[in-house]
T-cell receptor, first 114, second 111 residues
């Protein structure tokens, strides 16, 4: 049981390049989330999904797109990377009503945009 | 190196002492609260949770207290150990929406 797995763990991009971050969970969780973490800012929600085929915007969605084609996977895309997107990105998943709402987090992707 | 913890409030405690980490939450409609621990280079890990119909919940060496009147949450760690050194986040659930996280507190344990 791996929990939440994020790939890659590290990446350096040039401004304007694109990339996709992959998140996979094996706990049959309905909900999945993408957060970014910057110094002194805590965790800020980018996008989230309440089920396969559905996505919603979070607090800081601009410059990112997401897709949830399969229940176990949640992809975060950067279409044209900018230095302001240098951050540590965390994926998380959770159950919904009737259960513990606590999130299980992945180990993060450290992205640097130069 | 770890840059996540820059500019965070820091609590320094002696090994073996008790630690109290405080959090003020923002939404009076929040019905569920969680404490997370984040070690350097890792993702946040669940420590303990509490629902709004409770004011205290205990786990192994940890206790969470909830004061809804003043919208305050605290995490107490008994007999703090070097392995407790980390950044601690509180999170609130304002209704049926994603969790909202606080900015975190760094706990530094002095051996």
């Amino acid at each position: 049981n791996a929990g939440v797995t994020q790939t890659p763990k590290f990446r350096v991009l040039k401004t304007g390049q694109s990339m996709t971050l992959l998140c996979a969970q094996d706990m049959n969780h309905e909900y999945m989330y993408w957060y970014r973490q910057d110094p002194g800012m805590g965790l800020r929600l980018i996008h989230y999904s309440v089920g396969e085929g559905t996505t919603a915007k979070g607090e800081v969605p601009d410059g990112y797109n997401v897709s949830r084609l399969k229940k176990q996977n949640f992809l975060l895309g950067l279409e044209s990377a900018a230095p302001s997107q240098t951050s540590v990105y965390f994926c998380a998943s959770s159950y919904t009503r009737g259960r513990n709402y606590g999130y299980t987090f992945g180990s993060g992707t450290r992205l640097t945009v130069v | 190196g770890e840059s996540v913890g820059l500019h965070l409030p820091t609590l320094s405690v002696q090994e073996g002492d008790n630690s109290i980490i405080n959090c003020a939450y923002s939404n009076s409609a929040s019905d569920y609260f969680i404490w997370y621990k984040q070690e350097s280079g890792k993702g946040p890990q669940f420590i303990i949770d509490i629902r709004s119909n409770m004011d205290k919940r205990q786990g192994q060496r940890v206790t969470v207290l909830l004061n809804k009147t003043v919208k305050h949450l605290s995490l107490q760690i008994a007999a703090t150990q070097p392995g407790d050194s980390a950044v601690y986040f509180c999170a609130e659930r304002p209704g049926n929406t994603p969790l909202v996280f606080g900015k975190g507190t760094r706990l530094s344990v002095i051996a």
